[in-house]
């Protein structure tokens, strides 16, 4: 740690990798401080993000479009290219207390960790998330940035990502009666993503958190189908564009996608077309 001006801190200067940059975050600079009595930083724009974990002591937060008091165990997200300031928020005749842990990194999945934290540009702070296991992460993380610990960058990008699943945990839980949009829209993608991998109608109403019937009626009114019918056109769909290329056994396609012999898939396909895939078939290659 260094004496400056305003702060005793350490800086950690990181360059990324042409790997790390291919992932979707990657660490900029980190550090540790104790303030000063004179502390202040800003007004100023930074070209990433920076996540500080306030150690002890309070902080005094200008953000775009508002402020606010910060204390010990609180986090704020400084955003790119935005103009904030910050400095101790003890009164100036009480002793300072203030510590502050830093993260900042660029990468595209920046806002959407941010966002599952309940963090954004318009509240760019969240209450009582510095815990001991995320205070240990944030340590481990700065020692594999410092070249401490790690020979290569997977073990630093791990020690990011588990940060960040740190913090997502002690968010709030949402509300019980949590928005139809975001179940239901992550549900179908659930669906879309898994529909070759023999998953069944249990698979899914345990993916989506809800009563089987509230999710019957929700896709039945979203989609004009339900579950299984949806499922059985996501397979479907695939199965026909398998038969046309002709690069597929008829038994390939059944056990691509998730039927356990081609008898079920054969039921399935003739159910849904009037005719069994090898009749299909003849009728495409004519």
């Known amino acids: ?25 990657w660490p900029v600079r980190a550090g ?6 004179a502390y202040i930083v800003g007004p100023k724009i930074i070209e990433c993000y920076s996540v500080h974990f306030i150690i002890e002591g309070s902080l005094y937060l200008e953000y775009p479009g508002g402020s606010v008091t910060l204390h010990a165990g609180d986090v704020f997200c400084l955003y790119p290219n935005q103009r904030y300031l910050y400095r101790r928020g003890e009164p100036l005749d009480e002793p300072v207390r203030l510590r502050m842990y830093w993260l900042a990194f660029n990468g595209t999945q920046a806002p959407d960790l941010l966002d599952r934290l309940g963090i954004s540009l318009d509240l760019p702070y969240s209450r009582q998330r510095l815990t001991p296991d995320t205070e240990a992460s944030i340590q481990q993380t700065l020692s594999f940035m410092r070249g401490e610990n790690a020979d290569d960058d997977f073990q630093l990008s791990a020690s990011i990502y588990r940060l960040f699943g740190i913090l997502h945990t002690t968010r709030d839980p949402e509300p019980v009666n949590k928005s139809t949009d975001k179940w239901i829209n992550a549900t179908l993608d659930y669906i879309r993503t898994h529909y070759m991998e023999g998953i069944a109608v249990a698979d899914i109403v345990r993916a989506s958190g809800v009563h089987r019937s509230h999710l019957y009626s929700e896709m039945t009114r979203l989609t004009g189908m339900g579950p299984q019918q949806y499922l059985t056109k996501l397979r ?20 691509s996608l998730g039927y356990p012999d081609l008898y079920s898939f054969s039921r399935a396909f003739g159910k849904q077309y009037g005719m069994p895939p090898s009749r299909y078939l003849q009728d495409q290659t004519k």
């Open 1 to 25: 740690m260094k004496e400056f001006d305003h702060e005793f801190a350490e800086h950690i200067y990181y360059t990324a990798s042409p790997f790390e940059k291919k992932g979707g975050l």
């Open 236 to 255: 479907m769909e695939r199965a026909v564009a398998m038969l046309r290329s002709e690069a597929y056994s008829i038994t390939e396609i059944a056990l």
């Open 32 to 37: 540790w401080n104790r303030a000063k009595a």
